[in-house]
Nanobody, 122 residues
């Protein structure tokens, strides 16, 4: 099993920044990639960014390209999502997920954290 714990969410004004962290433990070696997703009430989880554990490949949703950066620490235990120039439409619960495939599909990720709330005020 893989355990994921997100942190770093909060309330920020539009134009501000937040850095989310996803601490991974357990059998992380059984997974290949980590993704960040977000969800608002009544909507499906939306892909935000993904990265391989090696850090060699990254990908972003069009809506966050140029504003968000995904990265992994040297110990390969924590995945970060640096969010700059935040907009009210970025408000959501943000989840990290781990899986065996480098994909933007939420259904392909078997391991999920509990989520962290990000609220951007206008």
């Amino acid at each position: 099993q893989v355990q994921l714990v997100e942190s770093g969410g909060g309330l920020v004004q539009a134009g501000g920044s937040l850095r989310l962290s996803c601490a991974a433990s357990g059998r992380t070696f059984s997974t290949y990639a980590v993704g960040w997703f977000r969800q608002t009430p009544g909507k499906e989880r939306e892909f935000v960014a993904r990265i391989t554990w090696s850090g060699g490949a990254t990908d972003y949703a069009d809506s966050v390209t140029g504003r968000f950066t995904i990265s992994i620490d040297n110990a390969k235990t924590t995945v970060y999502l640096q969010m700059n120039s935040l907009k009210p439409e970025d408000t959501a619960v943000y989840y990290c997920a781990a899986g065996q495939i480098f994909t933007a599909s939420a259904r392909a990720f078997p391991y999920w954290g509990q989520g962290t709330q990000v609220t951007v005020s206008s």
